[in-house]
């Protein structure tokens, strides 16, 4: 059984920082690309970051690089996938989602929901001023 299990996520003053995690299990470890998408109220799910499991190389959007760090550990069974994000803005609160994939997408200069079949349940972003 495929799952993304989402953690992490909240509420933070502009400025602040908040790391979301992003458990998956049930993927074929060996060939998994992952992703980080947000959704704001009234707007389309945008694509953040996105990394290939056997790469060092994440790609990340131009509106948080810089500021949103991805990272990643392994289990035997499991991979968990972080998400450090760091001088948050207003911008950045939303629903934010892990996707998962088992095949190779590249990386073309953006990351898009179709490329997508297994999401995690989504967590709340909010940044306040």
């Known amino acids: 059984q495929v799952q993304l299990v989402e953690s992490g996520g909240g509420s933070v003053q502009t400025g602040g920082s908040l790391i979301l995690s992003c458990q998956v299990s049930?993927?074929?470890?060996?060939?998994?690309?992952l992703a980080w998408f947000r959704q704001a109220p009234g707007k389309e799910r945008e694509g953040v970051a996105s990394?290939?499991?056997?790469?060092?190389?994440?790609?990340?959007a131009g509106s948080v690089k810089g500021r949103f760090t991805l990272s990643h550990s392994r289990a035997d069974k499991s991979v968990t996938m972080y998400m450090d994000m760091k001088y948050l803005k207003a911008e950045d609160s939303g629903v934010y989602f892990c996707?998962?994939?088992?095949?190779?997408?590249?990386?073309?200069?953006?990351?898009?929901?179709?490329?997508?079949?297994?999401w995690g349940q989504g967590n709340q972003v909010t940044v306040s001023s």
């Open positions: 996707a998962g994939v088992n095949k190779i997408i590249g990386y073309g200069g953006s990351v898009r929901r179709e490329d997508y079949t297994y």
């Open positions: 049930g993927l074929n470890l060996r060939l998994l690309w």
């Open positions: 990394f290939y499991i056997l790469d060092n190389s994440p790609y990340v």
